[in-house]
């Protein structure tokens, strides 16, 4: 256990916002965490919050409470058969990093979801997703522990009630009340590619693959590869990935906007709606590559802000409330943060 006060966030959040936490703990195991949330919670500052890699977050202030970071890096097989494993993965460890070992072990189906950024235990909690699989398509069971009382609790797949980008974990009733510990995953020994999204066979083909001939480690350098041509790595310029989520309207919505713009993009869903991409509603509203302040929109995907240096959460924020608002003068369509503001 690790437990540091006035730290600066700089590292901890992709955006690059520079504020400072009152407190952080991290834990290496589950038993550290009980006795942090026994022995130590009571007497530290709240509100709680609890952090993977800082890839979907978006701090307005100096945090005064209390973060907690997860680094346990536990990986284990919990069942196996000739066909297909369970595995449980550690909430602390780099989600890419486990998907990079499952398909070193020739378990497949979590390869759509490469370079995703983020730890193992934020993708169950935010349901990631990319290329047609979400994390939740994969998962058996959370195994999380009660911040309240240190008591375990295993969410089962039904119970995490998985939809796009949308866990129990962040329903308001369960919010900030369980810290994921480690996830358990179904993957298979058969490598079925996921190839019917966002333009993978195109790019399957432009790389000189078949759709029997790829294997699964060279799909996952293709989404790799498209990944770093459209997005900025946080590495090197502040974002959070998507800031948006993609919208679900109705049909009807649909067809009104086909009438002016016959070529909009969309998705069907289940009960009969659609998605329509936040890129292409941001990019016709002419917001691709334009800044506002120390604020941007990313030049090769509009769902991207990007920090320009020194940005403030309240300037990304300006940026995102005059884009939702010009989508919605525009399109009649709210759109919504994936990206959670911490105040
Ligand atoms: N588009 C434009 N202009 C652009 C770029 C895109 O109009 O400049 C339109 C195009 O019609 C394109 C469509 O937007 O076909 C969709 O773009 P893309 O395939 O890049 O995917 P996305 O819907 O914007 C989602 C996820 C990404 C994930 C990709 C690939 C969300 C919020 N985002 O983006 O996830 O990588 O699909 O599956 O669902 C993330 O969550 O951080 C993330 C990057």
Not at 94 to 101: K, P, Q, T, W
Not at 170 to 194: C, D, M, N, R
Not at 256 to 277: A, D, F, L
Not at 313 to 342: H, Y
């Amino acid at each position: 256990m690790n437990i540091c006060h006035d730290i600066s966030l700089l590292q901890y959040n992709t955006f690059g916002i520079d504020v400072h936490a009152n407190t952080l703990i991290s834990y290496e195991s589950n038993e550290e965490l009980v006795d942090i949330v026994l022995n130590h919670l009571p007497n530290l500052p709240k509100p709680l919050l609890h952090i993977g890699g800082g890839s979907n977050l978006l701090f307005m202030n100096d945090f005064k409470g209390t973060i907690l970071l997860s680094e346990i890096k536990i990986v284990e097989v919990v069942t196996e058969t000739e066909d297909s494993v369970i595995i449980r993965a550690g909430s602390g460890l780099v989600l890419d990093e486990f998907i990079s070992y499952t398909l070193s072990q020739g378990w497949y189906g979590l390869e759509n979801l490469s370079l995703i950024p983020g730890q193992v235990g934020a993708s169950a909690v935010q349901n990631v997703g990319a290329y047609g699989v979400e994390a939740g398509d994969r998962i058996v069971a959370v195994n999380c522990i009660s911040l309240l009382d240190g008591s375990e609790k295993r969410f089962s797949h039904d119970e995490c009630n998985y939809s796009y980008r949308h866990s129990i974990f962040k329903e308001s009733h369960l919010y900030g009340k369980y810290a994921v510990v480690s996830v358990e995953y179904a993957l298979s020994k058969t490598f079925i590619p996921q190839l019917n999204y966002g333009g993978i066979m195109h790019f399957l083909t432009s790389f000189g693959f078949t759709l029997e001939g790829v294997s699964a480690i060279q799909l996952r350098d293709i989404i790799i590869s498209i990944r770093r041509e459209k997005l900025p790595d946080p590495k090197v310029i502040g974002n959070a990935g998507s800031f948006f989520m993609n919208p679900i309207v109705d049909i009807s919505l649909l067809e009104k906007i086909r009438t002016q713009y016959p070529e909009v993009p969309h998705y069907p869903t289940s009960h009969g709606k659609v998605k329509i991409p936040a890129a292409w509603l941001i990019d016709k509203c002419g917001w691709k590559g334009k800044s506002l302040g120390k604020a941007s929109v990313h030049s090769r995907q509009p769902l991207v802000l990007i920090n320009n240096g020194y940005a403030t959460g309240n300037d990304i924020k300006s940026l995102s409330d005059r884009i939702q608002q010009d989508v919605f003068d525009k399109f009649s369509i709210s759109i919504c943060p994936e990206v959670n503001f911490i105040y």
